[in-house]
């Protein structure tokens, strides 16, 4: 896989895109929806922030729904974290939701 660096390709200037001068186009479409899914990605996790709610993943996959019109599941979410493990920072939180083990 070539190396990653910081261009503008679908959306805004903050795009994710490889370091080849090729077309965008030619990185095929699955890497497509994932530029446009990391460029949503961080739209929404900025939005959040400014609004002073928690970035959880329903709050930023409701917002990427909104923003690219697709579903956006934990897999799309472990394919970016995979292709940029320094470009993404995330935490796994367990939720108390009543449940005790005895």
């Known amino acids: 896989m070539p ?3 910081r261009s503008s390709l679908l ?12 077309a965008p186009s030619s990185a095929g479409p699955s890497y497509e929806i994932l530029c446009e ?13 400014m609004k002073g709610s928690k970035a959880t993943f329903p709050n930023i996959c409701a917002s990427i729904r909104n923003l690219a019109e697709r579903r956006f ?4 979410l472990a394919q970016l ?6 470009a993404m920072m995330l ?8 449940v005790h083990d005895l």
């Open 3 to 5: 190396g990653w660096t």
């Open 11 to 22: 959306r805004g200037s903050s795009a994710w895109a490889p370091a080849s001068a090729a």
């Open 37 to 49: 899914f990391f460029n949503c990605f961080e739209s929404s996790t900025r939005l959040l922030r």
């Open 73 to 76: 599941t934990y897999g799309h």
């Open 81 to 86: 974290k995979y292709i940029m493990p320094e």
């Open 91 to 98: 935490a796994f939180i367990l939720q108390n939701l009543g």
